[in-house]
């Protein structure tokens, strides 16, 4: 089969890989159904991560159950399934405490950008919808499966609920997200930080009600001026830069809650200052097997559609132009089809 | 009148002060029923915070009404009184929010080692009892005043509730205050993490399901080995120091949820740690104004007995004994009674 293959920062390669093979009675292998790339996949194209060799890419994927092994009862082939980009077996303790994406066996999957891919823990890792869904569905259950996923643990995090202002930092895939499930939760004021007309555009599409344009002393005291003099009670944080939370930190009300989602980069939390601002904080990788029912059924019901964030689609095989779409900021996410 | 004045780093000095006056019509002035030294005084006291000059000091008081402005309707002179070691007019927005001690116009109280103290925004700071209580139950109403309220607080913002498993970091007055929140909050197995054999045995009076005398690494794979391997969903850090933060970071599991309530002192937490541990953090001065009513209640019905964690009483002129005692751990906390 054929995937994708960074050897280094900026050179991603399309290339014959071996088939991906049951290795583990627990292991399913899919047929990519689509696949695409993830603004975290950014860091080591950028170099803002050491890549250490040729390594497969990707780990979002929807696709086709093509084998199961002896173990996974609970699925079949040709069964369409929507993943997350962390296996879990979905009965550790983590996973029953609804925090799958620390489960402890875990491992976060990187070879999905790819014709094939083996899933570990399959069954508890996978949910297979009941009919094999209209192609049209494909690229919202797709960001299901990452970025909505994440999006809407940015808001769960941040304890956004009804009637909740809430502050949106990033204006990424992950980010537009966020704004669906703020609405979602029933947040009335939706504030996007966000610099580019296209993506504020989608924004306001998905639920936002403010734009601030501003960042730094000037985007914190323009979402002071939005928010009563206070700050917001929820700010979703959807960059991972020191810059960026430093500007949610700012931005949320004493007793707020700041829920972070982007991998943090260079970023220290001073004590002190965190102290006396009361602001709760709560990030990490989403938990996203938590929500894959719930989020598929408001996909599959045509309640939300955040497959949107899609604003390129390519064959598979020029996953490289996918790359440097986003890298350039042509793209918000590139979609890629086997 | 006379009162506690620091002049240098380990010199507590009982002086004559100036009789304190009412200098806004908010203000309220009251004759100390009793007062006591916290924790937080030693920062000060052992140098680690700088000192600038002889200025007065104490935070925690129970009181009569002495004298009102023209502005404080609904307090008269004779009428016992709890505060909060901060002030808060309780109406701006961060106070209906909850957060009295983030209100906008907050003063941190800092002259109530003394005789009579002068009291800011006194309508929305002080909560007047019913009759004078007991004198036997001064010094827990004197608790609530701070470190129940704080105590209380490091529960709240470590999620405790019904069946919860908290882990409490620090013996100290907060810490056993600390073991009574989680009692009240319905917590089914609490640990506490205490190396002195008299704080142990409070604690076990207070509800302490189990205690672990190691620190570090030992210490968090002593939790560990209590908690089925993962880690508690509470943990109530009530020290303030990087290997309490530290110590309270490692010992919550993924999801879980960490108060710090110990000022914190050259903390810093890494993000990226911070995030892959899904745990969430938040702190900061307790809102004691919040919890008045309930926590004076809970006194006065004799459901918890905060003024257990005083184990040395003195005249209020012995106060620099007081701060001696505390500071040689000879005392939990001094009590003072003028």
Known sequence: MRGAVIHAPGDIRFETLDDPKILHPTDAVIRTAVTCVCGSDLWPYRGAEPVGGPHPMGHEYVGFVEEVGSAVTSLTPGQFVVGSFATSDNTCANCRNGFQSNCLHREFMSTCQAEYVRIPHAQGTLVATEEVPEREMWPALL?????????????DAAEVGPGSTAVVVGDG??????????????????????RHESRQRLARAFGATDIVAERGEEGIERIKELTGGIGAGSVLECVGTAEAMRQALHSARPGGSVGFVGVPHDVAVDGQELFFSH????????PVRRYLPDLIDRVLTRRIDPGRVFDLTL???????????MDERRAVKALLTP
């Not at 704004?179 to 966000?194: H, P």
Request: proline share 4%.
């Open 279 to 286: 602001v709760g904080l709560r990030g990490g990788p989403a």
């Open 143 to 155: 960001a299901v499966s990452d970025v909505m996923g994440t999006g809407w643990w940015a808001a």
């Open 173 to 194: 895939a992950v980010g537009l997200c966020a704004v669906i499930a703020a609405k979602e939760k029933g947040a009335e004021r939706i504030i996007v930080m966000s």
């Open 315 to 325: 064959p598979l095989e020029q996953v490289a132009e996918g790359y440097r779409a």
